[in-house]
Structure formats: structure tokens, C-alpha cells
């Protein structure tokens, strides 16, 4: 079903999962749409772990580090479910820490006085 998709249906349906969710659902409705053979697993996770590595790279090196970091890991998150859950529990986290960052830059914000 959602291999014939789009990539914004299967950004939509990905968005519209609550957080802390979303990469174990994407995990099992990739795994139930494409019963893909193991080479092409491994292949997708060892794309995953290189784009990781390139992104902790260029976490050092200018450039879009997080963003490359992330991508990686949520190629690594459709073929492993320990990733996945992994990356939900991540996106808690990360969504408290911004509210928090959120809130004191606009508490200390001189534009905000």
C-alpha cells in the first residue's frame, strides 16, 4: 500500500502520527507494504550508517551536519525496529528540550520586552 505512494502521502501519514509513534508506525507499515528481500535490508542500513558517518562528520565541517545526521538514521529507523523505537523515544526528548529553549529565549529576548 504505501510503496505506490507519493512522497508527501507517506510524509502526511509519518506527520500525522502522534509523536514518540511515528517511526515505530512508518517501521510497521513499510515492513507490511514491502516484504523486502535481506539484501535489500542491508543495503538501505549500511546506506543509513554511511549517511550517518557523513553527518557526524560534518557535525565538525560546515555544513548541514543534524540535518544529514538525521536523515541517516531515520533510513537506518525503516529497517530496524530497535531504531525506530530508538528515534521515537529521541523525538520526545528532543520536542521537551526545544519547548524549553523556546521558552527562555523568549524570556530573555530583548525583542520580546
Do not use: C, N, Y
Request: net charge positive; glycine share 8%; proline share 5%.
Amino acid at each position: 500500500m504505501s510503496d505506490r505512494l507519493g512522497l508527501k502521502q507517506r510524509w502526511q501519514q509519518f506527520a500525522a502520527a502522534p509523536p514518540g509513534q511515528r517511526f515505530r508506525e512508518h517501521f510497521k507499515r513499510r515492513q507490511q507494504s514491502q516484504p523486502s528481500a535481506i539484501h535489500k535490508r542491508i543495503l538501505a542500513m549500511g546506506a543509513g550508517i554511511v549517511i550517518m558517518g557523513l553527518g557526524l562528520v560534518m557535525l565538525i565541517a560546515p555544513g548541514p551536519g543534524i540535518l544529514v545526521l538525521l536523515l541517516g538514521a531515520t533510513l537506518v529507523a525503516q529497517e530496524s525496529f530497535a531504531a525506530a523505537k530508538f528515534m521515537d523515544w529521541a523525538d520526545i526528548r528532543v520536542r521537551r528540550l526545544l519547548i524549553r529553549v523556546l521558552r527562555l529565549w523568549r524570556r530573555f529576548s530583548p525583542a520580546s520586552r
